[in-house]
C-alpha cells in the first residue's frame, strides 16, 4: 500500500492527471449516461409526494423499503440479513415538556432559566420523568478524555452524581494551533454527541454544553428548534444506565453569568480550558435543579440489506451505505408541508441501484462480497446506521471498508474539476480514491469547512466509531464550465433555500453529471477493495485506530451468514 501524501497550504489540491473529464473516453466515463437515466429515475420515485417525505414510522416509510426491495431484487441481488431484506431498527422518541425550569442556586446567586431562551434541556433515558436535585456544577473545559492525544479534562476529578459544564469544539478551533487536536479541523472530541457521552463515562447526572456560534458552526435558533421536539435515540435495552439523566445547553450570555456567580471570568477560564495540563473546577457553591417530564414513544423501523456474495472471500464485505429517510410531512409556513427530500437523501438512495446494477454487470463477480445498506432515521441521529454498526450481519474483523453517500445531487454543479474529503487525511482510503480521481482527471481537496465537523454528522461514522475504515465525499464546487465561485455560490443557495425544507423537489432539469462522477468514483475504489485482499488503515492520531487496531487483533466470530441463520 503506497502511503498518502497529504500537503496543506500551497499542496491543499493533490494533482492528478491534466486531461479534460468531459473527455475522458475511459473506464469510468463509459456508462454515464446509463448511470444519470437511473439516478433520474429513481430520485424522481422516491422524493414524490407519494412517498410523504420518507419518515421512519410512517406510511411512506413502508412505500420506501417496499420500493428498495423490489429494485434490489429486479437486479438480482440476495437478502443480506440472515436471509432477509430487513434489519429491524427500534427507535423510541423521548419528548420534554416544554415548562422545565433549570434552578440555578449558590449562597450569593439565583437564576430561573426558561425553556427556550435560557436553556434547552432533554434526556435520552427513556423515561418520563428525570431530574436534578442540588447537583453541584463543575467546569470541566472541552469535556475531552483523549489519550492518544494526552488529554484529559476529567483528570483528578469526580465528577459522579454531579453536572458538568462544558465548551463546544475543541481545543485545536479554539487556538488554530495545528499541533493541538487537528487545529481548525473539528475531531470528534468536538462534537455534542461524544461531549454528552464521556460525561455519561464519567458519572455525571448532568451535563451543558456553552452555545457558541463560531465554535458550533449554527445559532442558538437552530440549538432552540433542533431541540425543542426532543430526541429519538435506540430503545433502551439497558442503555439508560450509560446517559446522564439530564443533558442540554445554555447561551454564552447565560455561561457568563453563571461564571461571573462563581467568581471566574468566563474567557480566562475558556482560553486556560485550551491548553494542556487544564484541571476541571467546581463553579464555587452552585448547584442545579430540574426536573423533566418526558413524552415517551416507542416504534420500529428498518434498515434494507443487500448483498452480492463475493465469490472468492464471502465472508469479507465492502459496504456502500445511504439512509433511506427525510422528514416526512410536518407543519410549514407555506403551502407545502411534504419535505421530499430529493437531494438528500434520495439522491445517494439511487446511486445504490445504479453501484449494484455496474458490480452485477461485471463478466466476473468480485472476489470479497459487496453490501448495499439503505439506513433509516439518520435525520434523527444517524440510528439506522448505528444500529447495524452495534448489530453487524458481517463481524467488524470481516468489513473492509464503508462508502458512503448523502445528498450527492446537492446543487446540481455539473462536472467539476474537484473532488472534497470529508475528515480528510483519515485514511488510506484515500489512496484509492485518488488513483479513481487521476482516471477522472480531477484533483482532491479537503471539505471546504472541516472546523464544522461532517464527517460526525452522516452514516459512515457509524461504521468508523466501531473502527471500520469510512470514506464520505462533498460536493464539489470548481465547475469546469462555469468556475469555483459560481459553484460554490450555487451549492451555498442550494443550503440557504432548499436543504431541510420542503423545495428540496426533484426536476427532471437537474444536472446530475457531478452524482454520476461520483457513482463512478465510487465503483472504481469499491470494486479495487473487493478484488484484493487489503485492509485499510486509519491514520495516526485519529480517534478511531485503536478501536480498529484492537478488533483485528480479537479472534473473529463467525458472521450470520456463515452461521446460515
Same mark, same amino acid.
Not at 76 to 84: I, R, S
Not at 481 to 496: T, V
Given at each position: #500500500?503506497?502511503?498518502?501524501?497529504?500537503?496543506?497550504?500551497?499542496?491543499?489540491?493533490?494533482?492528478?492527471?491534466?486531461?479534460?473529464?468531459?473527455?475522458?473516453?475511459?473506464?469510468?466515463? @463509459?456508462?454515464?449516461?446509463?448511470?444519470?437515466?437511473?439516478?433520474?429515475?429513481?430520485?424522481?420515485?422516491?422524493?414524490?409526494?407519494?412517498?410523504?417525505?420518507?419518515?421512519?414510522?410512517?406510511?411512506?416509510?413502508?412505500?420506501?423499503?417496499?420500493?428498495?426491495?423490489?429494485?434490489?431484487?429486479?437486479?438480482?441481488?440476495?437478502?443480506?440479513?440472515?436471509?432477509?431484506?430487513?434489519?429491524?431498527?427500534?427507535?423510541?422518541?423521548?419528548?420534554?415538556?416544554?415548562?422545565?425550569?433549570?434552578?440555578?442556586?449558590?449562597?450569593?446567586?439565583?437564576?430561573?432559566?426558561?425553556?427556550?431562551?435560557?436553556?434547552?434541556?432533554?434526556?435520552?433515558?427513556?423515561?418520563?420523568?428525570?431530574?436534578?436535585?442540588?447537583?453541584?456544577? !463543575?467546569?470541566?473545559?472541552?469535556?475531552?478524555?483523549?489519550?492518544?492525544?494526552?488529554?484529559?479534562?476529567? %483528570?483528578?476529578?469526580?465528577?459522579?452524581?454531579?453536572?458538568?459544564?462544558?465548551?463546544?469544539?475543541?481545543? *485545536?478551533?479554539?487556538?488554530?494551533?495545528?499541533?493541538?487536536?487537528?487545529?481548525?479541523? #473539528?475531531?470528534?472530541?468536538?462534537?455534542?454527541?461524544?461531549?454528552?457521552?464521556?460525561?455519561?463515562?464519567?458519572?455525571?447526572?448532568?451535563?451543558?454544553?456553552?452555545?457558541?456560534?463560531?465554535?458550533?458552526?449554527?445559532?442558538?435558533?437552530?440549538?432552540?428548534?433542533?431541540?425543542?421536539?426532543?430526541?429519538? *435515540?435506540?430503545?433502551? =435495552?439497558?442503555?439508560?444506565?450509560?446517559?446522564?439523566?439530564?443533558?442540554?445547553?445554555?447561551?454564552?450570555?447565560?455561561?457568563?453569568?453563571?461564571?461571573?456567580?462563581?467568581?471566574?471570568?468566563?474567557?480566562?477560564?475558556?482560553?486556560?480550558? %485550551?491548553?494542556?495540563? +487544564?484541571?476541571?473546577?467546581?463553579?464555587?457553591?452552585?448547584?442545579?435543579?430540574?426536573?423533566?417530564?418526558?413524552?415517551?414513544?416507542?416504534?420500529? @423501523?428498518?434498515?434494507?440489506?443487500?448483498?452480492?456474495?463475493?465469490?472468492?472471500?464471502?465472508?469479507?464485505?465492502?459496504?456502500?451505505?445511504?439512509?433511506?429517510?427525510?422528514?416526512?410531512?410536518?407543519?410549514?409556513?407555506?403551502?407545502?408541508?411534504?419535505?421530499?427530500?430529493?437531494?438528500?437523501?434520495?439522491? *445517494?438512495?439511487?446511486?445504490?441501484?445504479?453501484?449494484?446494477?455496474?458490480?452485477?454487470?461485471?463478466?466476473?463477480?468480485?472476489?470479497?462480497?459487496?453490501?448495499?445498506?439503505? &439506513?433509516?432515521? =439518520?435525520? @434523527?441521529?444517524?440510528?439506522?446506521?448505528?444500529?447495524?454498526?452495534?448489530?453487524?450481519?458481517?463481524?467488524?474483523?470481516?468489513?473492509?471498508?464503508?462508502?458512503?453517500?448523502?445528498?450527492?445531487?446537492?446543487?446540481?454543479?455539473?462536472?467539476?474539476?474537484?473532488?472534497?474529503? &470529508?475528515?480528510?487525511?483519515?485514511?488510506?482510503?484515500?489512496?484509492?480514491?485518488?488513483?479513481?480521481?487521476?482516471?477522472?482527471?480531477? !484533483?482532491?481537496?479537503?471539505?471546504?469547512?472541516?472546523?464544522?465537523?461532517?464527517?460526525?454528522? @452522516?452514516?459512515?461514522?457509524?461504521?468508523?466509531?466501531?473502527?471500520?475504515?469510512?470514506?464520505?465525499?462533498?460536493?464539489?464546487?470548481?465547475?469546469? =464550465?462555469?468556475?469555483?465561485?459560481?459553484?460554490?455560490?450555487?451549492?451555498?443557495?442550494?443550503?440557504?433555500?432548499?436543504?431541510?425544507?420542503?423545495?428540496?423537489?426533484?426536476?427532471?432539469?437537474?444536472?446530475?453529471?457531478?452524482? !454520476?462522477?461520483?457513482?463512478?468514483?465510487?465503483?472504481?475504489?469499491?470494486?479495487?477493495?473487493?478484488?484484493?485482499?487489503?485492509?485499510?488503515?486509519?491514520?495516526?492520531? !485519529?480517534? +478511531?485506530?485503536?478501536?480498529?487496531?484492537?478488533?483485528?487483533?480479537?479472534?473473529?466470530?463467525?458472521?450470520?451468514?456463515?452461521?446460515?441463520?
Amino acid at each position: #500500500m503506497k502511503k498518502l501524501f497529504v500537503a496543506i497550504g500551497a499542496a491543499a489540491a493533490i494533482t492528478a492527471c491534466a486531461h479534460d473529464p468531459q473527455n475522458n473516453t475511459g473506464a469510468l466515463q @463509459s456508462g454515464a449516461d446509463a448511470i444519470s437515466t437511473e439516478l433520474h429515475r429513481h430520485i424522481a420515485e422516491l422524493a414524490s409526494d407519494a412517498y410523504e417525505g420518507r419518515a421512519p414510522g410512517t406510511p411512506g416509510e413502508e412505500k420506501t423499503i417496499a420500493y428498495l426491495v423490489e429494485q434490489f431484487q429486479a437486479l438480482g441481488l440476495e437478502p443480506g440479513n440472515q436471509g432477509e431484506w430487513l434489519q429491524d431498527v427500534p427507535i423510541t422518541s423521548v419528548v420534554p415538556s416544554h415548562d422545565a425550569v433549570l434552578s440555578l442556586r449558590g449562597s450569593d446567586f439565583s437564576a430561573d432559566l426558561a425553556f427556550g431562551d435560557d436553556m434547552m434541556l432533554f434526556t435520552l433515558q427513556q423515561m418520563a420523568s428525570t431530574r436534578l436535585d442540588d447537583s453541584p456544577l !463543575v467546569f470541566a473545559g472541552y469535556g475531552i478524555n483523549a489519550p492518544e492525544r494526552g488529554w484529559n479534562d476529567y %483528570a483528578d476529578v469526580n465528577v459522579t452524581g454531579k453536572t458538568v459544564v462544558v465548551l463546544i469544539n475543541d481545543p *485545536g478551533y479554539a487556538t488554530q494551533d495545528p499541533d493541538v487536536f487537528n487545529g481548525n479541523a #473539528m475531531t470528534y472530541y468536538g462534537r455534542w454527541t461524544y461531549k454528552y457521552e464521556e460525561a455519561a463515562r464519567q458519572g455525571a447526572a448532568g451535563v451543558i454544553i456553552v452555545h457558541e456560534t463560531a465554535p458550533a458552526a449554527y445559532a442558538w435558533d437552530v440549538v432552540r428548534s433542533s431541540w425543542s421536539a426532543g430526541q429519538i *435515540g435506540l430503545t433502551a =435495552e439497558n442503555r439508560n444506565a450509560d446517559r446522564a439523566a439530564v443533558q442540554g445547553w445554555i447561551p454564552v450570555e447565560q455561561a457568563e453569568r453563571l461564571f461571573a456567580a462563581a467568581g471566574m471570568d468566563y474567557a480566562q477560564m475558556k482560553a486556560a480550558a %485550551a491548553r494542556p495540563g +487544564f484541571r476541571a473546577r467546581p463553579l464555587g457553591d452552585i448547584a442545579a435543579s430540574v426536573t423533566l417530564n418526558n413524552q415517551v414513544n416507542s416504534m420500529v @423501523s428498518r434498515n434494507v440489506v443487500a448483498l452480492l456474495p463475493g465469490s472468492e472471500s464471502p465472508d469479507e464485505v465492502v459496504i456502500y451505505t445511504a439512509h433511506w429517510d427525510h422528514l416526512g410531512v410536518r407543519p410549514n409556513e407555506g403551502d407545502d408541508d411534504i419535505y421530499n427530500g430529493a437531494s438528500d437523501n434520495a439522491s *445517494g438512495t439511487a446511486a445504490l441501484f445504479s453501484l449494484a446494477r455496474m458490480f452485477k454487470d461485471q463478466d466476473t463477480p468480485p472476489e470479497r462480497s459487496v453490501m448495499f445498506l439503505a &439506513v433509516t432515521a =439518520e435525520e @434523527s441521529g444517524l440510528l439506522g446506521s448505528k444500529w447495524y454498526g452495534e448489530n453487524p450481519v458481517f463481524p467488524l474483523q470481516k468489513t473492509v471498508a464503508n462508502f458512503n453517500m448523502d445528498n450527492i445531487a446537492a446543487g446540481q454543479l455539473g462536472l467539476t474539476r474537484d473532488v472534497a474529503v &470529508v475528515g480528510f487525511g483519515n485514511s488510506e482510503l484515500e489512496n484509492y480514491l485518488l488513483d479513481a480521481v487521476q482516471e477522472q482527471g480531477r !484533483v482532491v481537496v479537503q471539505e471546504p469547512f472541516p472546523e464544522k465537523g461532517f464527517y460526525y454528522r @452522516s452514516d459512515h461514522f457509524s461504521l468508523a466509531r466501531v473502527g471500520v475504515p469510512a470514506l464520505y465525499l462533498t460536493r464539489s464546487t470548481d465547475s469546469i =464550465e462555469h468556475g469555483k465561485e459560481w459553484g460554490a455560490a450555487r451549492l451555498n443557495r442550494y443550503i440557504r433555500d432548499h436543504y431541510h425544507k420542503p423545495s428540496d423537489e426533484y426536476s427532471p432539469d437537474w444536472d446530475l453529471r457531478g452524482a !454520476v462522477q461520483e457513482v463512478q468514483l465510487l465503483f472504481t475504489m469499491g470494486n479495487k477493495l473487493a478484488n484484493n485482499s487489503d485492509f485499510p488503515r486509519w491514520n495516526d492520531k !485519529v480517534e +478511531f485506530k485503536a478501536t480498529r487496531e484492537a478488533t483485528m487483533a480479537a479472534p473473529a466470530s463467525p458472521s450470520n451468514t456463515e452461521n446460515g441463520q
